[in-house]
């Protein structure tokens, strides 16, 4: 079973429109999570990290939460723009220094 | 501005060739990583990297060598590609630092390998 699991696996919305990312992890223990974005055949880029102390980063209009005791995450995007549109990917890295991957979410983002 | 750059975006290779990917970063991370990403599997890990002429195996290294002679370059050999290497294959290098473990963690643009 994936260590990481996101939901919803894709979906679309308007411009404009805000949007909510999930991120469920099981990785014990734990050092810190990551969301990345990831355009279409790109590298993914990071977007917010937080340690297990932390539970809200933010980077423009995106909004990173993290609840470390029941090992979820979500990324809100705000105001969501065309260039939006991309993979988004939760990455736990784990006390062996190792990452864990989630599958991603993938955010069409419609005029 | 820190970079990881690989040296191809993409690359056509035939059955059989021998195939090396390179990558070099510029931000003195001592640790460098080499992924493959498919549709549906998410990023896998092939081999890493803590130090000069150190290499570990990672999650699915079979088919692939890596070598790393100067800490800034680290490179990944298919000794004889077969088209189920087809895949895009990601670059990443990573430091210590803000108190956590891996802190620094960025990615290379990605090279998208066809082996026909």
């Known amino acids: 079973k994936n260590q990481v699991e996101q939901s919803p696996q894709s979906l679309i919305i308007l411009e404009g429109k805000n949007c909510t990312l999930q991120?469920?992890?099981?990785?014990?223990?734990?050092?810190?999570l990551r969301w990345y974005k990831q355009d279409t055949g790109r590298g993914p880029v990071s977007l917010t990290i937080m340690t297990f102390s932390e539970n809200t980063k933010s980077n423009g209009r995106y909004t990173a939460t993290l609840d470390a005791d029941t090992k979820q995450s979500s990324l809100h995007i705000t105001a969501s723009q065309l260039s939006d549109s991309a993979s988004y990917i939760c990455?736990?890295?784990?006390?062996?220094?190792?990452?864990?991957f989630g599958k991603g979410n993938q955010v069409v983002v419609i005029p | 501005d820190v970079k990881v750059t690989q040296s191809s975006r993409y690359l056509v290779k035939r059955t059989g060739e021998k195939v090396f990917l390179e990558c070099v970063q510029d931000?003195?991370?001592?640790?460098m990583f080499w992924y493959r990403q498919d549709p549906g599997l998410g990023l896998r890990l092939i081999y890493f990297s803590y130090d000069v002429k150190m290499k570990e195996k990672g999650d699915i290294p079979e088919g692939y060598s890596v070598s790393r002679e100067k800490k800034e370059r680290f490179s990944l050999i298919l000794e004889s590609a077969s088209t189920n290497q087809t895949s895009m294959y990601l670059c990443?290098?990573?430091?210590?630092?803000?108190?956590?473990?891996?802190?620094?963690?960025?990615f290379g643009s990605g090279t998208r390998l066809t082996v026909v």
């Open positions: 931000m003195d991370h001592e640790n």
């Open positions: 990455v736990v890295t784990k006390g062996n220094n190792r990452l864990a």
């Open positions: 990443a290098s990573s430091s210590p630092g803000q108190g956590t473990i891996n802190y620094g963690y960025t």
């Open positions: 991120c469920n992890y099981t990785v014990s223990p734990f050092s810190n």
